[in-house]
């Protein structure tokens, strides 16, 4: 109950944050460059769902990602120290 809100509430803060020319100005210009390089190395996937900036949605995979990332890498540090 709740929870679910919460962290859609939260996910929406940090994109703000994120998506204001404050916190890095070259975001913007990067995700630009990033999804011309993917048209051009995809040509056969629509142009149009290749974003030209960051959406809320790919925060959401991203974080995903870095998440499984991070286990992944604690999980192979705590293997290497013999814990």
Request: proline share 3%; with cysteine.
């Given at each position: 109950g709740g929870g679910d809100?919460?962290?859609?509430?939260?996910?929406?803060v940090l994109f703000d944050h994120l998506a204001s020319q404050d916190v890095e100005p070259r975001l913007a210009p990067m995700a630009a460059w990033v999804?011309?390089?993917?048209?051009a190395r995809f040509p056969?996937?629509?142009?149009?769902?290749?974003?030209?900036?960051?959406t809320?949605?790919?925060?959401?995979?991203?974080?995903?990602?870095?998440?499984?990332?991070r286990k992944r890498i604690d999980k192979k540090r705590t293997i290497a120290r013999g814990v």
């Open positions: 809100a919460v962290r859609k509430r939260r996910l929406k999804a011309a390089r993917t048209r056969s996937v629509p142009a149009g769902a290749i974003s030209d900036a960051l809320i949605y790919d925060l959401q995979v991203q974080l995903c990602e870095w998440r499984k990332f």
